[in-house]
């Protein structure tokens, strides 16, 4: 066969193969649900709770593939959530339910497809100052260079709404978590806000203490009624921070939740819940912390959102009592 010849069988050989391969991976593709999970940034130590998500998800189901968006927190998931820019993602208890609803400080703003995927566990959002500066109570801040935290995250809403119901005006610095860490380590801001498990500090307090010593803050019985007057619903809770040193201290705590939308299909929402509860002890391989909480408990007690509709079903297969306030409108067409 002439050479000429047989190059050109060769080019449309390969040129037939690369058009099966093409279209075995375009088939593959086709046969794949892809997912983003809207987290946090990666400073935080909940940033790898996400990233055990989308593992475990990637893991067991061969139709899935689970992406980690990192993100400024919870205003911030809020915003990629509506514009569907992510499936579910990171949030606090009653937060989400505050953008489900449109109340406080996002009245007329109500965004009704918003459904909780899941709570996991309590929060701190822990006020720490460097000890070596003269900031002794919340009121001392005024006038000071300090960070409510995470530009765009709900502690940072969270922490200039209620320091404005206070009458407390810090000089704020903006910028990431990481940002605000380092600022405090080099000593130029005197302390930041980050949310953290009631039974230990967030890693992030735990790396600034390694600089400069902390302190840490606690509300006064007259703050807590300034800010329950504008939001009944926040709780403050007496713990006493696992650090040397540390005193009892009054914070505001919240619930860790997952949140999601009604775009979520059922089934689908039905699969990624059930793994969630099924699978956490692979979820705890990456992210420790979640080897001893009861998902299921810790919904049904502190959720104030309604549930998306394949958590409630999976919830009502199990034998469970849904509280009213968690019902789906979704379920109650049936």
């Known amino acids: 066969m002439p050479y000429r010849m ?51 998800l990637n893991g067991l189901f061969d139709d899935l593939e689970v992406t980690v968006m990192e993100t400024g927190g919870g205003v911030d998931n809020r915003k990629r959530l509506a514009r569907e820019e992510a499936d579910w993602g990171l949030f606090a208890e009653p937060e989400f339910f505050e953008f489900q609803q449109g109340v ?19 929060l701190a959002y822990y006020i720490v100052v460097n000890a070596d500066s003269d900031v002794r109570t919340i009121s001392d801040l005024a006038g000071k260079d300090f960070s409510g935290g995470s530009r765009g995250s709900s502690t940072e809403r969270v922490t200039r709404n209620q320091f404005d119901l206070m009458g407390v005006a810090p000089d704020w610095f903006s910028g990431s978590y990481g940002d605000a860490r380092d600022a405090m380590k080099d000593r130029r801001i005197v302390g930041l806000v980050k949310a953290g498990l009631f039974d230990r500090p967030d890693g992030l307090i735990l790396d600034a203490g390694t600089a400069v010593p902390l302190r840490f803050l606690s509300y006064g019985e007259e703050d807590i009624a300034k800010v329950q007057a504008t939001f009944p619903h926040y709780r403050f809770v007496k713990i006493t921070p696992p650090y040397e040193g540390a005193e009892e201290t009054v914070v505001r705590g919240v619930f860790i939740a997952q949140g999601t939308t009604t775009r979520l299909p059922e089934d689908l929402g039905y699969r990624i819940f059930k793994a969630m509860v099924e699978h956490q002890d692979k979820i705890a391989e990456t992210y420790p912390a979640i080897a001893s909480i009861d998902i299921v408990e810790n919904t049904l007690k502190y959720g104030a959102t309604p549930l998306h509709i394949g958590v409630y079903k999976y919830l009502s297969e199990q034998g469970h009592d849904v509280p009213e306030r968690l019902i789906p409108p979704e379920a109650r067409k049936d």
Request: net charge positive.
């Open 6 to 56: 047989l190059r050109k069988l060769r080019a449309a050989t390969v040129a037939v193969l690369m058009a099966a391969v093409l279209q075995a991976s375009q088939s593959v593709a086709e046969d794949k649900t892809f997912l983003t999970i809207a987290a946090t940034g990666q400073s935080s130590s909940l940033y790898a709770y996400h990233v055990a998500q989308a593992q475990m």
């Open 104 to 122: 406080g400080p996002w009245e007329g703003q109500a965004l009704p497809d918003f459904r909780l995927f899941w709570v996991t566990s309590p």
